[in-house]
């Protein structure tokens, strides 16, 4: 049983951290999803700069660790003159990465439908533009929700890499916690639970997105 | 399969390498303590009347130092010689009280080992970046201070920041996470937002970054930093207090009067200025 007094003493360190993190991941989360479709659409698109720009950004980002693309903004940013706060430079990485595996999980979602239906979309005079709005991305948008709906999740606890980077969020706030208290087990407890409580009605709403997707064929 | 059996025979070769030099590493360093103790034991069968006659009787100061902490005691890889603050302390004292800086023994300790050693007669005297409480005055005795240690503040040169008083509403103070330096800061300028990183290394990146306008923490770390990046330096004196003390057996009253008279006399020889400077990087603050 961990100790609530913890809890009950430090709830209002809890509940900033806790909040900046549910700001961090509402903005990562809308800001990741836009450009994960637009990096999506240069991967399968026809014009050959636009495909190899969104190959290079994927295999790039995806294949470094979340903490060194938020390092590359808090450390290194600087040095171009730009000094961003670890609030603002981890949600930017947690953006930028989590952009790629959107990227590729929309990719593949439109790569599933059948090449057929875009051809026959675009013979009966639909535009690039328009048989991807119409046809091709009202049907990939099923087989998306789920490894989307895993993104999103992942995201929101990934906020946690704010943590090093003094970006005030739950985890920071958590490590404080623990250090004053000494009691690490019981206070990373809480800050589980309140991940939790973000998480959880994610995963609800994911699957309700997806029942109702299905039933509507 | 010939490719396979080489692959093998390599990296047993290998593998048996290292766990020799492992061998050879540890067998050394128990040679070294056994002849430390064994020295220990023999003297006290000898029973010369105070610990200070005993050292002029034996002709060699033996001193427990850091051999992990930058500035202070630190063993340089590329000689294997021990190096910093402390160390030249220790030569200087053995200098003052045998006459020569050559007739010391350097032992390592750590923190936790420094007080055991000293009481075992394993070592005369802890040189080892080591406060002075009230504590620890029950279990050794202290000379007088020979490092004003303390927490203090870290800025990039030409900061408007000169000391603690200069931190005002909206000024970014960097700190280690858990460290009683944040309590620290917090107590005496509340003002201050205090931005926490996991370890001093990325919070002096953090500095170095622009991500805030000052470091705090213990001057002697602080000073480390220094020495890493001219660029930045030790502003103010430190706001709290953490004098470092030599340590000795409780009882020797002879040693500590001589350590204390060596310390006086290096002070105003200016012996302990030049070797403050050398180290620390800037003139002792008296």
């Known amino acids: 049983m961990p100790d609530f007094s913890i809890l009950i003493e430090y709830f209002d360190v809890y509940m900033e951290g806790f909040i900046n993190t549910i700001y961090s991941s509402i903005i990562a989360l809308i800001g990741s999803f836009v450009l994960g479709t637009l990096i999506a659409i240069f991967r399968i698109s026809s014009i050959k700069p636009l495909r190899w720009a969104g190959t290079v950004y994927v295999e790039f980002i995806r294949n470094i660790p979340l903490l060194l693309v938020v390092f590359v903004f808090f450390y290194g940013l600087p040095s171009l003159g730009i000094t961003l706060s670890g609030f603002v430079c981890g949600t930017i990485g947690l953006t930028v990465y989590t952009a790629t595996f959107i990227a590729e999980a929309i990719r593949a979602g439109i790569m599933s439908v059948p090449k057929g239906q875009t051809e026959a979309a675009q013979s009966s005079g639909l535009t690039y533009v328009q048989t991807m709005r119409y046809v091709v991305l009202p049907q990939a948008l099923k087989i998306v929700i789920p490894p989307l709906s895993n993104q999103f999740i992942n995201l929101v606890k990934n906020t946690s890499v704010l943590g ?6 739950l985890m920071y706030f958590g490590d404080q916690v623990a250090s004053k208290t000494y009691a690490t087990f019981d206070t990373y407890i809480f800050v589980a639970l309140f991940y939790l409580v973000m998480t959880l009605p994610l995963s609800y709403m994911a699957l309700h997105l997806e029942r109702r997707l299905a039933k509507n064929g | 399969m010939l490719k396979k059996w080489m692959t093998a025979s390599l990296m047993m070769i290998v593998m048996s390498v290292f766990i020799l030099a492992g061998c050879g590493g540890g067998s ?12 220990g034991a023999s003297e006290e069968t000898a029973a010369p009347a105070t610990l200070l006659d005993e050292i002029k009787t034996r002709d060699k100061l033996v001193i427990g130092v850091k051999f992990d902490t930058k500035l202070f005691g630190l063993k340089n890889p590329a000689n294997n010689e021990v190096e910093g603050f402390d160390v030249d302390i220790a030569k200087a004292l053995s200098k003052a009280i045998l006459g020569d800086e050559t007739k010391v023994e350097l032992k390592e300790v750590t923190s936790k080992t420094r007080i055991p050693m000293l009481n075992n007669n394993e070592i005369d005297l802890i040189i080892a970046t080591m406060t002075i409480t009230e504590e620890r005055k029950e279990q050794v005795d202290f000379s007088d201070v020979y490092f004003k240690a303390g927490q203090s503040l870290l800025v990039k040169k030409g900061s408007a920041i000169k000391s603690i008083g200069d931190i005002t509403k909206g000024t970014k103070v960097l700190a280690v996470k858990g460290s009683t330096s944040v309590d620290n800061i917090k107590e005496k300028a509340p003002d201050a937002t205090v931005l926490e990183f996991d370890n001093y290394q990325d919070a002096f990146s953090a500095l170095k970054a622009g991500q805030g306008d000052t470091l705090t923490t213990d001057n002697a770390i602080l000073y480390g930093m220094m020495a890493q990046d001219p660029g930045y330096e030790v502003v103010g004196e430190p ?16 040693l500590v009067d001589a350590v204390n008279e060596a310390l006086a006399a290096m002070k105003s020889s200016g012996e302990y200025a030049k070797i403050y400077e050398q180290w620390i990087g800037e003139a002792p603050t008296e």
């Open chain 1, 164 to 169: 090093v980077i003094a970006g005030l969020d």
């Open chain 2, 28 to 39: 050394k360093n128990t040679a070294e303590s056994n002849s430390g103790a064994g020295a």
């Open chain 2, 239 to 254: 706001f709290t207090d953490e004098p470092y003390g030599i340590a000795i057996k409780k009882g020797e009253t002879a």
